[in-house]
């Protein structure tokens, strides 16, 4: 038996109140279903399943026969406006039409590469990082696991995994690293026709070792479960679909416990919620709240779902909206389940910022002709949430017209906050649309543990082909603006050819091991198709960063005693020499041990710690 000491947290909060705190509701009869994911087994370990597929080319070849485009946008129809008075009224009053000149700083790349490229259309590049590699996976289905460095270790079909179980491949695939347990998730729907088609499927790795075994489970859809996006909570995963167009949205909240533990069978309860038939593109979809860092949320506080509620679809609605879903799950008794929705006014957006008209979504233009997707009306991958202790904090981002109805996209993005004596309101938002031209569209934004925010997304015009684009902003700037120069990651070489998709979403994440990196994947204009691209970086040092590295004492023992002595190293994260700090720890909730430091702490050095307070860990447990 080992004891196991989980880890510390600084924090340096600067937190400005606000006012016009909106009231959550309970929604009465709401539906809930239960249903069950059921194990189909436990894979062999991912490097015996490729060496194996690498000696069988018949079933290569069977899995690249399988392979099916996805049957995505079920309820898509053409524009349509109900309350078209209201969806401009001037230029977008958060536009942001350039960086301040005096908050430049830079973004440094420390992977900036080419990803899988399977030939699909679209790509729809995941990815997640978890301690030693980052996992990426591209329609219809590639996985590919690679170093921290870049390097591309392995690469597998999904079929890899699916196979043996007598599945399929089918597409949308979502890799999530539960940074909490240590675990990955692979995700994706089957390929198949009617019924055999409304399944979802998940992989589940036994170990925190991307390249071992995985348990696999299927569970059922009312319909085809179109669009699927996944979140990680403390007490389970939640998964939103596009199951009946835009009237009702969806989410399924899988048993967390039961799915770690390897279990045959596994509660997942169905919960409907309001959506609204009026959108202007008719697909319309909830998207899951993913939680990030090493705190986790606050005991009892539920797993949350968003969508947008934009006044122009709604008679006698003023003001534009954002919806939050609060599904308070009772595991035991799934009839006493609830659903609180919030509605949170934000600055006035138009969510349908189409210039073009085509197939699904091509709604916006490129150079060399011819129109490619936006996802309009979509909160993107994913919506961000962390705890700072002293209040909560989410991110997310979708696209609006800057314009007072020219329909020039830019990414309206949007930190909500909360404390546990008021609701969720808006903290800050704004709108990235720097005067150049460019619609921005497809973003993905993600929150480092100091606060800072990374945005990233792609760039396209009549004048120019499809490339991404980075920026970002440090939690002490000015709110409501990105004061991170924006960054060029891959210029876009050639038009899209019509007629094939282009990405209905990205993915951006954080680094568990530093809590600072961000990790980015998305698609763009490359080889007369599109090419996937990985992106990881920093934001440039700041003048003042100081933070705790790692715990030098005590480590994981058989034996630890009464008389256990705390240490653990501390590093200049930023430009200033540092003289004069604190350091302090508190364990399992316990009292607050802090120490004053004088010590010179040039940039990029490390000091290590040792307090004299000792701490008895005799008892077996996680301290």
């Not at 992977?111 to 995941?126: A, R, Y």
């Not at 060029?488 to 038009?495: D, K, S």
Request: charged content about 20%.
């Amino acid at each position: 038996m080992k004891y196991f000491i989980t880890g510390l947290i600084f924090s340096f909060i600067l937190l400005i109140p606000s006012s016009g705190y909106a009231q959550s509701r309970i929604l009465e009869n709401t539906k809930v279903e239960v249903t069950y994911a059921r194990k189909q087994g436990r894979t062999m370990a991912i490097t015996e399943l490729v060496a194996r597929e690498q000696t069988n080319r018949a079933k290569k070849k069977a899995a690249k026969r399988d392979r099916l485009i996805p049957r995505n946008f079920v309820g898509r129809y053409k524009n349509r406006t109900v309350e078209k008075g209201k969806i401009h009224d001037g230029e977008d009053k958060l536009w942001q039409k350039s960086i301040p000149k005096s908050q430049l700083n830079g973004i440094i790349p420390k992977v900036n590469i080419d990803g899988l490229f399977s030939g699909g259309s679209p790509h729809d590049p995941t990815g997640d990082v978890g301690k030693n590699y980052y996992m990426q996976s591209v329609n219809v289905t590639s996985i590919g696991i690679y170093t921290k460095e870049g390097e591309l270790v392995m690469d597998f079909t999904g079929n890899t995994l699916w196979n043996t179980l007598g599945f399929n491949s089918g597409g949308d695939p979502i890799i999530i690293y539960d940074q909490e347990a240590e675990r990955w998730l692979i995700t994706e729907f089957p390929s198949g026709f009617g019924g055999s088609a409304n399944q979802l499927l998940v992989a589940v790795s036994v170990t925190g070792n991307p390249m071992g075994e995985y348990d696999v489970y299927n569970f059922n859809t009312t319909r085809f479960p179109d669009y699927p996006k996944y979140g990680v909570w403390t007490d389970a995963y939640s998964v939103t679909t596009n199951e009946e167009g835009a009237g009702t949205l969806h989410g399924y909240f899988i048993n967390k416990s039961q799915l770690l533990g390897g279990e045959e069978i596994v509660e997942i309860q169905r919960v409907a919620v309001p959506g609204n038939s009026n959108t202007e593109a008719g697909f319309f979809v909830a998207t899951p709240v993913d939680w990030t860092g090493l705190t986790p949320p606050p005991a009892g506080r539920d797993p949350l779902i968003v969508s947008l509620n934009d006044a122009s679809w709604n008679v006698g609605q003023q003001e534009d909206q954002v919806e939050f879903f609060s599904i308070d799950i009772d595991w035991e008794n799934p009839g006493l389940t609830q659903v609180s929705q919030l509605s949170i006014e934000v600055s006035p957006y138009d969510s349908n910022p189409c210039s073009e008209t085509g197939f699904y979504f091509e709604c916006l233009p490129q150079k060399g002709g011819g129109a490619i997707d936006g996802i309009p009306e979509t909160i993107m991958n994913q919506v961000h949430y962390r705890n700072f202790n002293t209040y909560e904090s989410i991110v997310m981002n979708f696209i609006t017209d800057v314009t007072d109805g020219d329909n020039l996209s830019g990414i309206r993005w949007i930190e909500f906050r909360r404390t546990d004596s008021e609701e969720w309101s808006v903290y800050q938002e704004g709108t990235f649309a720097p005067h150049d031209g460019l619609h921005r569209m497809m973003g993905s934004i993600c929150m480092d543990k100091n606060g800072n925010i990374g945005l990233a997304y792609n760039v396209t015009s009549d004048t120019t082909y499809i490339g991404i684009r980075a920026t970002g902003r440090r939690a002490s700037d000015p709110l409501g603006i990105m004061t991170i120069d924006e960054i060029i990651v891959a210029e876009g070489e050639n038009p899209i050819i019509s007629g094939t998709r282009f990405g209905d979403y990205a993915h951006m994440s954080i680094d568990p091991v530093d809590d600072r990196t961000f990790w980015y994947t998305t698609e763009y204009a490359k080889g007369g198709t599109s090419y996937t691209r990985i992106l990881a970086y920093e934001l440039s040092k700041d003048t003042f960063d100081i933070g705790p590295l790692s715990l030098v004492g005590p480590l994981d023992s058989g034996d630890l005693d009464e008389n256990e002595m705390v240490s653990f190293s501390v590093q200049n994260f930023g430009l200033d020499t540092i003289r004069e700090f604190e350091v302090g720890y508190i364990l399992n909730d316990g009292l607050e041990v802090k120490d004053s430091v004088s010590f010179t702490l040039m940039p990029d050095s490390i000091y290590v710690h040792k307090f004299d307070t000792a701490e008895d860990l005799t008892a077996l447990g996680i301290y």
